[in-house]
């Protein structure tokens, strides 16, 4: 089936410096959604991208539709604590109802 | 206010013990999903539901079972627990299930984490 594949899978920055970590998928997705999972919750939509070629931002985030329909990209700028977390990438696949999300980018940031 | 619930929040139980996991959503929400979360696996989807009575299977729905008799509860039945269900599982719910759907976002409950012995 359709997958996902996230990289880097985890991340030791120190606070204050930029993050990015990207998405890739075999096949075509329409759609391109970033979630952050909190320890202990559930995932959390950060942004959701829905063009080819867009680029969108969240405060501090920002992410990027790749222009083949097969990537996607979150930056996170000048991180602080509260950014430690698992960062999904994921979408409904195309063609059916069903979602896929990747394996995730678990983000620590030390003070 | 606004969100998808699950319970219990933590379960613990030994293989064949037949149990239940139930969600609700007060949103009126027509999409309705389970997931389960496995280390260095991400969120894997188990069964959607696009409304009331209409369910269908996710990416991995071996040894699961859904319900969707009413629009706010989508209960996950596991029939004969065993230890490879151990996991971390999520419901999540957005509103359409059907033109809108690749632009509605998903919202999810606070997780159910099981143990099987």
């Known amino acids: 089936g359709q997958q996902l594949n996230q990289s880097p899978q985890s991340m030791f920055i120190q606070e204050g410096e930029d993050v990015s970590m990207n998405c890739t998928s075999s096949?075509?997705?329409?759609?391109w959604l970033w979630y952050k999972q909190d320890p202990g919750e559930g995932p959390v939509l950060l942004i959701a991208?829905?063009?080819?070629?867009e680029l969108t931002s969240n405060g501090r985030l920002t992410a990027q539709f790749g222009i083949t329909r097969k990537d996607s990209f979150l930056n996170i700028s000048a991180s602080i604590p509260s950014d430690v977390g698992i960062y999904f990438c994921?979408?409904?696949?195309?063609?059916?109802?069903?979602?896929?999300f990747g394996t995730g980018t678990r983000l620590k940031v030390l003070a | 206010e606004a969100q998808v619930t699950q319970n219990p929040r933590y379960l613990i139980t030994v293989t064949g013990k037949k149990l239940t996991v139930t969600c609700s959503q007060n949103?009126?929400?027509?999409?309705m999903s389970w997931y389960r979360q496995d280390p260095g696996l991400g969120l894997r989807q188990i069964y959607y539901?696009?409304?009331?009575?209409?369910?269908d299977k996710g990416d991995v729905p071996e040894g699961y079972k859904v319900s969707r008799k009413e629009k706010r509860n989508f209960p996950l039945i596991l029939e004969s627990p065993s230890p490879n269900q151990t996991s971390l599982y999520f419901c999540?719910?957005?509103?359409?299930?059907?033109?809108?759907?690749?632009?509605?976002?998903?919202?999810f409950g606070p997780g159910t984490r099981l143990l099987v012995l």
């Open positions: 949103m009126n929400h027509e999409y």
């Open positions: 991208l829905y063009k080819a070629g």
């Open positions: 994921a979408g409904p696949t195309s063609g059916t109802y069903k979602y896929i």
């Open positions: 096949s075509i997705f329409n759609t």
């Open positions: 539901s696009m409304n009331v009575e209409v369910t």
């Open positions: 999540a719910s957005s509103l359409s299930g059907t033109r809108l759907f690749e632009q509605e976002t998903q919202y």
